[in-house]
């Protein structure tokens, strides 16, 4: 079992950064491929971005590459999403996943995650 705690949310400007992190329980957090997820009113939860359990594999929604950066530290069992340059079409509740074996061509697919946190909002005015 794996629980997971999201933080930083927050009401920011279009332009501003915000980073949010994700704080997992467990000794196997170091085992499981981690993702971001995110649900704008009256919207579906699409995938954001994920990381492979060493850090070197990462993948990321059109929309947030070259703006956002997934990072995981596996000594402190936490993973981070910077999200740089936001929009107002970024805001929504953000949350983290944790996949025990993802499949990386389908990282997108939330059937591929086993334990997702509660959420964290992020507001974007303009």
């Known amino acids: 079992q794996v629980r997971l705690v999201e933080s930083g949310g927050g009401l920011v400007q279009t332009g501003d950064s915000l980073r949010l992190s994700c704080a997992a329980s467990?000794?196997?957090?170091?085992?499981?491929?981690m993702g971001w997820f995110r649900q704008a009113p009256g919207k579906e939860r699409e995938f954001v971005a994920t990381i492979g359990w060493s850090g070197s594999v990462t993948y990321y929604t059109d929309s947030v590459k070259g703006r956002f950066t997934i990072s995981r530290d596996n000594a402190k069992n936490t993973v981070y999403l910077q999200m740089n340059s936001l929009k107002p079409e970024d805001t929504a509740v953000y949350y983290c996943?944790?996949?025990?074996?993802?499949?990386?061509?389908?990282?997108?697919?939330?059937?591929?995650?086993?334990?997702w946190g509660q959420g964290t909002q992020v507001t974007v005015s303009s």
């Open positions: 467990g000794r196997t957090f170091r085992t499981y491929a």
């Open positions: 996943a944790a996949s025990r074996g993802l499949i990386y061509s389908s990282a997108r697919n939330e059937r591929q995650y086993d334990y």
